[in-house]
């Protein structure tokens, strides 16, 4: 059975770093992108970014190019999102994601972790 | 970046209704387009990928259509565990995009 189960929840003062992490299970970790996502407090879904585990090829939304970075450790099947400088806007639920298939034609998502709730407050 | 709008924003329905939701891309994306339905506290749940293909799992009363710039998903007959809120999502080689999200209320 294909799981992602992430990191849990963080409280954070603004300025400090974070990585939170999404650990993948039941299959080849490197053969499928991994996806991540915000939804701030009861707003929409936002696409921020992914990344190819086989190389660490990343491609970022504009709107969060610069403010966080992907990374993944294949050893031992985590992908990571992180932040150097954390801002209050920053606190929302973050989910990663895994697509179906490697290629263009598989950009939707039947697995998803659990998500991670990021605070950020003084 | 392709821009996706989802409407209406909000729909109240009872058991049993036809409900229809619409997603219209800025620009035309094939049929590069999925549709979630999200609970309150849990993760996105996929329904739809490729505009009209259903999930394997999903409840034969959801469906997909369109292609081009203007999609729908419609729920046959609507039944308790549907109120929630629904999201269509594009996708392509560079980017993807969610549209606003659909909150389906009990009316």
């Known amino acids: 059975e294909v799981q992602l189960v992430q990191s849990g929840a963080e409280v954070k003062k603004p300025g400090e770093s974070l990585r939170i992490s999404c650990k993948g299970s039941g299959y080849s970790f490197s053969g499928y992108w991994i996806t991540w996502v915000r939804q701030m407090p009861g707003k929409g879904l936002e696409w921020m970014g992914r990344?190819?585990?086989?190389?660490?090829?990343?491609i970022y939304s504009p709107s969060f190019q610069g403010h966080v970075t992907m990374s993944v450790d294949k050893s031992i099947s985590t992908a990571y999102l992180q932040w150097s400088s954390l801002k209050a806007s920053d606190s929302a639920m973050y989910y990663c994601?895994?697509?179906?298939?490697?290629?263009?034609?598989?950009?939707?998502?039947?697995?998803w972790g659990q998500g991670t709730l990021v605070t950020v407050s003084s | 970046d392709i821009q996706m709008t989802q409407s209406p924003s909000t729909l109240s329905a009872s058991v049993g209704d036809r409900v229809t939701i619409t997603c219209r891309a800025s620009?035309?994306?094939?049929?590069?387009l999925a549709w979630y339905q999200q609970k309150p506290g849990k993760a996105p749940k996929l329904m739809i990928y490729?505009?009209?293909s259903l999930e394997s799992g999903v409840p034969s009363r959801f469906s997909g259509s369109g292609s081009g710039t203007e999609f729908t998903l419609t729920i046959s007959s609507l039944q308790p565990d549907d109120f929630a809120t629904y999201y269509c999502?594009?996708?392509?080689?560079?980017?993807?995009?969610f549209g606003q999200g659909t909150k389906v209320e009990i009316k």
């Open positions: 994601a895994r697509r179906p298939c490697y290629y263009d034609s598989c950009g939707y998502y039947p697995q």
């Open positions: 620009q035309s994306i094939s049929s590069w």
């Open positions: 999502q594009h996708f392509n080689s560079y980017s993807e995009t």
């Open positions: 990344i190819d585990p086989s190389d660490s090829h990343t």
């Open positions: 490729r505009a009209s």
